[in-house]
């Protein structure tokens, strides 16, 4: 898929979102990139062979203090190539992409993996 085809579905999937996590979108920046780098998800996982889909960087809202507003703003980048290697149907891939923002996002609001459960999300 180009990368325009996947910038739609990353779009659909933020338009699908719950309103108290759109809320949030305006607090932080979305990338995709192709992979991640093995280095980082060797820091991350312990093990370079795993497959991550998404990553959240950035201070935690529940964390932020007025000193940190001159810095740069939190960001979740989503790896198109792991995503689409893994799901090869267009629609379990739109799903996916939904599930790996929300992930993301909850950990850039504070939540626990409950709360990712209330907004019907696992």
């Given at each position: 898929m180009c990368?325009?085809?996947f910038e739609?579905l990353?779009q659909?999937?933020l338009?699908?979102?719950?309103m108290?996590?759109?809320q949030a979108?305006d607090?932080?920046?979305?990338?995709?990139?192709?992979w991640?780098?093995?280095?980082l998800?060797e820091?991350?996982t312990?093990d370079?062979?795993?497959?991550?889909?998404?990553?959240?960087?950035?201070?935690?809202?529940?964390e932020?203090?007025?000193?940190?507003s001159?810095d740069?703003?939190?960001?979740?980048v989503?790896?198109q190539?792991?995503?689409?290697?893994?799901f090869?149907d267009r629609g379990?891939?739109?799903?996916?992409?939904?599930?790996t923002?929300?992930?993301?996002l909850a950990?850039?609001?504070?939540f626990n993996?409950?709360?990712?459960?209330?907004?019907?999300y696992?």
């Open positions: 990368r325009r085809a739609r990353v659909k999937a338009k699908r979102l719950p108290e996590l759109q979108l607090n932080l920046a979305i990338v995709i990139e192709d991640p780098d093995p280095e998800i820091e991350i312990g370079s062979t795993e497959v991550i889909y998404g990553l959240f960087s950035g201070t935690p809202l529940p932020r203090r007025f000193e940190d001159g740069l703003p939190p960001v979740i989503l790896y190539r792991p995503l689409e290697e893994d090869l379990e891939l739109a799903c996916e992409v939904e599930i923002i929300v992930h993301e950990h850039f609001m504070g993996e409950d709360a990712i459960r209330e907004f019907g696992e």
